[in-house]
């Protein structure tokens, strides 16, 4: 018993990876913010994962989905800078919300988590741009680094405002999402618990 539930587990992980890999390719731009910074849905895989198998999980499918973007596309620095902004921004937002879920397993649980998430992933991808990525962006790229005070305004102009709105439209379609499989996910629980 526990051996198929392994192998379902990696075979669900590995699929939810390849679907997240997918969604990637998926992304758009949001009218008024930097081109540079585009939506795509591929945290909803990951995030599904994490809440049927844990946290591991959830990492696992943005680890494996922006490594199979770099495979793929590459990146403009050569250096994948852009994928593993991606994959932390990923863990800053599915790590609260399976957190927060796990305690309240119920409707308004899960939406607090995701708003949770989302602010995490807001107020700490601005952070860690301003100190890690921003600054690796320039130097792979051989830019000039600009004042703080331009970086500064970039990051409240541009990137806190797109993480909060891409936290807000993965987590409307998760909430669709979940609302679907909510009977097919309690299932998965109890025969975990077993």
């Known amino acids: 018993m526990k051996q198929r539930v392994r192998i379902k587990k990696m075979v669900t992980v590995g699929m939810l990876s390849g679907i997240a890999y997918l969604l990637m390719w998926l992304s758009f731009p949001l009218p008024l913010l930097p081109p540079y910074l585009s939506v795509d849905f591929s945290d909803v895989p990951a995030l599904l994962a994490a809440i049927l198998f844990g946290p591991v999980a959830g990492i696992t499918v943005e680890a494996i989905k922006n490594l199979l973007h770099y495979m793929v596309q590459g990146s403009m620095t050569g250096v994948p800078v852009g994928q593993l902004a991606n994959f932390t921004a990923g863990i800053l937002f599915i790590l609260p919300t399976y957190y927060i879920f796990k305690k309240i397993r119920t409707m308004k649980g899960l939406g607090l988590g995701l708003v949770v998430g989302t602010a995490s992933m807001a107020v700490m ?7 890690v990525f921003l600054p690796a ?26 993480n909060i709105i891409k936290g807000l439209i993965v987590t409307f379609l998760f909430l669709l999402l979940y609302k679907k499989l909510s009977f097919w996910l309690n299932r998965q629980w109890n025969i975990k618990n077993i």
Request: charged residues 10%; glycine residues 4%; aromatic residues 24%.
């Open 137 to 162: 962006f320039a130097f792979f790229l051989n830019y000039e680094v600009e004042s703080s005070s331009v970086v500064i305004k970039s990051i409240v102009y541009g990137i806190l405002p797109f």
């Open 125 to 131: 991808m601005s952070v860690l741009n301003y100190y």
